[in-house]
């Protein structure tokens, strides 16, 4: 005969949730059991964490981040540019020779980062096609399973070379979903014509429903206004009923529309029920680079988004990468830069771009238990900072970061500073 172990009791005391209250948070096994209001949680012979009054979230929602391709900064020519197509030129030498060690040490060290600020769940963007072939997605769901007790992993097979245009990528697209990918991601802007670009749509749609998978598009990643992909992505979302598993990033050509084409839309994307991901660094610095005046800042509509009942969430997209040189995998720094390029700076648009990381990104995947109350899953983020305004303004790590129940990642930072 034996016993098992009773499971672990972590409490969290004094910890302000977003309206304001100061909660005593019992975590058991892997959800929180007890919210009382601060210093009226009994005693526990488990961990005791005090918070001091730091704001509590569930933990942060990445759902577009191209995993494979981060860290490869230090490989890159010196004279690339910084446009796309230089970004992709760049790409494919180093993806010839992608190995599953070599994306699996870079991905481990963005993944660990990742973790130490606060996130709880991450799509991974995976390419799949014939330069690299298999070996990101036989990468990434090797770390899936390695990272489960820190963090979920969602695995995408992504055409980011194109469909049609790379010999090939259907099937090694069909042979990852065998594999056991999670979502279906499409690039059509990366397709020579628009019927091939539409085709490609079509593909992974059909793909995804098949298989009972989630669809996702990187889709019109251009100043170019002739770009069609969005209009197609909605309407086909609302024809086939998919539009709560669809989830469609970038999206600049929404941005470079006439307002009468974008408000027809922005309108079709609410109708169908779909989710608008910005990702608003990548945005910055690869859009608007042709433009001479006034610049744009190459992010999609957030304000008329939002406005007309869209979903919109926000993900970091890229970390030291051959379209981005900077990064790090915090949610919370993502949502300070949603606010600086959509003029969301007031509390209400503080607020709503911390939704667009937490809440509105966890609908977006439709997760189960997100939230902070007895029975949601205890994968927890605790802040230093006690407001939303502040959390923005300071984006600190988390001083603890909970994840199935265990902590599993911790922050302090210390200065020191010379007497006056
Ligand atoms: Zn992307």
Redesign the pocket.
Known sequence: MHTTAPPSEVRIRSARTRSGDLVDLTVTGDRITGRHRAGEAPATTGTELDAGGGLVLPSFVNT?L?LDKTRLGDQLPADITGTIQDGLAATWPLKRNYSVADITRRASEVLDSAVVHGAGFIRA?TDVDSLGGSAGVEALLGLRKTYSDRVRIQVTGFTQEGIFGARGSLSLLQDAVAAGIDVVAGCPQMEKDEALSRKHVETCYQLAIDNDLDVHF?ADDTDDPSARSLEQIATIAAETGWGPRVIV??VGALGAYDHTYARKVIALCADAGLTICT?PHISLVLQGREDRGLVRRGATRVGELLAAGVRVIAAQ?DVDDPYYPFGIPSQLEVAKYVAHVAHLSHPAGIARTLDMVTTDAAAAVRLDGYGLEVGDRADLVVLPTATAAESLRLTPAPRWVLHGGRVVATTRVESWLAPA
């Open positions: 577009h191209h963007m990187l990033g970038h990702n997209d």
